[in-house]
């Protein structure tokens, strides 16, 4: 169960990501990002983000780059939240394909 201080981290590791991967989108090459969930632990220690990738076929190679820089991206969010947070949390990076479930759920259903 989460609780609302978790919850209220949650939200804004969100959005600040959300801002980060924002600005770097002129680096990905027309590759949009989205971060569509945070989960954080009970102990606020970890920070479960879940990536949605558009096109979806550059996901994991995309994943992968942002977990091989995860401590950057750490350290951006850290910058940003210094004022609300007094550890930012480890970040771990997940890829969202709840979209291609829908999209494949989908086309089943229209044959």
């Known amino acids: 169960m ?5 919850a209220k981290i949650a939200r804004l590791i969100q959005k600040e990501l959300s ?3 924002r600005l770097q989108t002129a680096k990905t090459h027309g ?3 989205t971060v569509s969930t945070v989960n954080v632990t009970a102990d606020l220690s970890i920070a479960r ?3 949605s990738v558009f096109p979806s076929d550059k996901g994991p190679e995309m994943i992968e780059s942002i977990n091989k820089s995860a401590q950057t991206v750490r350290y951006e969010l850290a910058q940003r939240v210094r004022h609300q947070l007094r550890k930012t949390p480890a970040l771990q990076f997940y890829l969202d394909d709840s979209l291609d ?3 494949n759920i989908d086309k089943l259903l229209g044959k």
Do not use: L
């Open 2 to 6: 989460e609780t609302n201080r978790q």
């Open 19 to 21: 801002e980060i991967f």
């Open 31 to 33: 590759v949009m990002i």
């Open 49 to 51: 983000a879940y990536i």
């Open 101 to 103: 479930y829908i999209d």
